[in-house]
């Protein structure tokens, strides 16, 4: 029996076929490409989204900044006024004009106060209290800028809050939270001092209702000047009003027969809260500059400049 010879079989190689493997290769890297395409889209607008929000935040702070700054004054020279200096009053009528202008600004400035219920509650306390001072008592006067004020730091702190002004650093890499909540602060216990003791030094006496308020806010801005070196640096040194007003406190003002007067006290606490200000302002310039980019670095000093000059003279 002969044996039959077959043929060996040819197989086609078993894998993939090149043009269907460079297929899925191109689809890969063509998916790849988009994803990452869009991950940066992504990625870049949350950054300008944030960076506006920030942006934003720091204008609102600026602003509400002035509008602090005039309210407080008014509390100074109306209690002057009632308390007897009735030269105070031809500084208090164009001062409440640039409330008014300021308050007008700030309620056509942007949609973040649009329904704000704390922003149309300031608005109309502040009309009563400009169009009805005059027949307030002192202590209601005072009383009534105090709520004012507090309801406006409020606003300062929910503004802060909401757009996330604390992420932002200082040239000392701490969070900025200490502008509004330590600066602001120890500029209102400034106000207040600088309310009360023009009040006194226009009664030329000081009761002890007056010496005790006036003893606490001292204490309160001593502690302020020596917390830290680093934020209240140059507060302690022999040439800062800060300093020149406590003195001017303990030696002139808490004591029987305050000698100073009514204007004078007022424009050396003026002077203190405007060297707490500067303080505020260049630092919010200074993050604000650096929020902006390294080009924004050599118009600095001309930015701070027409910024100290847009803002509202503490001292009207």
Same mark, same amino acid.
């Given at each position: 029996?002969?044996?039959?010879?077959?043929?060996?079989?040819?197989?086609?190689?078993?894998?993939?076929?090149?043009?269907?493997?460079? *297929?899925?290769?191109?689809?890969? #890297? @063509?998916?790849?490409?988009?994803?990452?395409?869009?991950? &940066?889209?992504? +990625?870049?607008? /949350?950054?300008?989204?944030?960076?506006?929000?920030?942006?934003?935040?720091?204008?609102?702070?600026?602003?509400?900044?002035?509008?602090?700054?005039?309210?407080?004054?008014?509390?100074?020279?109306?209690?002057?006024?009632?308390?007897?200096?009735?030269?105070?009053?031809?500084?208090?009528?164009?001062?409440?004009?640039?409330?008014?202008?300021?308050?007008?600004?700030? *309620?056509?400035?942007?949609?973040? #106060? @649009?329904?704000?219920?704390?922003?149309?509650?300031?608005? &109309?306390?502040? +009309?009563?209290? /400009?169009?009805?001072?005059?027949?307030?008592?002192?202590?209601?006067?005072?009383?009534?800028?105090?709520?004012?004020?507090?309801?406006?730091?409020?606003?300062?702190?929910?503004?802060?809050?909401?757009?996330?002004?604390?992420?932002?650093?200082?040239?000392?890499?701490?969070?900025?939270?200490?502008?509004?909540?330590?600066?602001?602060?120890?500029?209102?216990?400034?106000?207040?001092?600088?309310?009360?003791?023009?009040?006194?030094?226009?009664?030329?006496?000081?009761? &002890?209702?007056?010496?005790?308020?006036?003893?606490?806010?001292?204490?309160?801005?001593?502690?302020?000047?020596?917390?830290?070196?680093?934020?209240?640096?140059?507060?302690?040194?022999?040439?800062?009003?800060?300093?020149?007003?406590?003195?001017?406190?303990?030696?002139?003002?808490?004591?029987?027969?305050?000698?100073?007067?009514?204007?004078?006290?007022?424009?050396?606490?003026?002077?203190?809260?405007?060297?707490?200000?500067?303080?505020?302002?260049?630092?919010?310039?200074?993050?604000?500059?650096?929020?902006?980019?390294?080009?924004?670095?050599?118009?600095?000093?001309?930015?701070?400049?027409?910024?100290?000059?847009?803002?509202?003279?503490?001292?009207?």
């Amino acid at each position: 029996m002969s044996s039959i010879e077959t043929a060996p079989v040819e197989m086609s190689p078993v894998g993939i076929n090149p043009g269907l493997d460079f *297929s899925i290769v191109f689809v890969a #890297l @063509a998916a790849l490409t988009v994803l990452v395409v869009v991950i &940066s889209f992504l +990625h870049l607008r /949350a950054k300008h989204a944030a960076e506006l929000r920030l942006t934003e935040g720091l204008d609102w702070l600026h602003r509400f900044r002035q509008l602090l700054t005039l309210v407080q004054q008014h509390r100074g020279l109306s209690n002057g006024y009632l308390c007897g200096d009735v030269d105070l009053l031809r500084r208090i009528n164009p001062l409440q004009s640039k409330i008014n202008q300021s308050s007008r600004a700030l *309620s056509q400035g942007g949609n973040w #106060l @649009a329904g704000n219920e704390n922003w149309s509650g300031i608005e &109309s306390h502040w +009309h009563r209290l /400009a169009c009805g001072f005059k027949s307030q008592t002192p202590a209601n006067n005072l009383e009534q800028h105090n709520k004012l004020i507090t309801s406006i730091l409020y606003l300062i702190d929910d503004c802060a809050e909401q757009h996330r002004l604390y992420e932002m650093k200082d040239s000392n890499k701490r969070s900025i939270r200490y502008l509004w909540q330590e600066l602001l602060v120890t500029a209102e216990n400034i106000g207040q001092a600088r309310a009360i003791g023009t009040g006194v030094a226009a009664a030329g006496a000081c009761s &002890s209702v007056d010496r005790i308020r006036l003893g606490y806010l001292h204490q309160a801005i001593d502690a302020f000047t020596g917390k830290d070196v680093d934020v209240q640096s140059g507060y302690r040194s022999g040439k800062s009003s800060v300093t020149a007003l406590l003195k001017l406190l303990k030696t002139e003002v808490i004591v029987d027969k305050p000698a100073v007067s009514a204007n004078a006290y007022f424009d050396a606490a003026t002077l203190a809260l405007e060297e707490v200000l500067k303080q505020f302002d260049d630092t919010l310039m200074e993050v604000k500059l650096d929020l902006q980019g390294a080009t924004a670095l050599p118009v600095k000093s001309e930015q701070l400049a027409t910024a100290s000059a847009r803002s509202p003279a503490t001292s009207s």
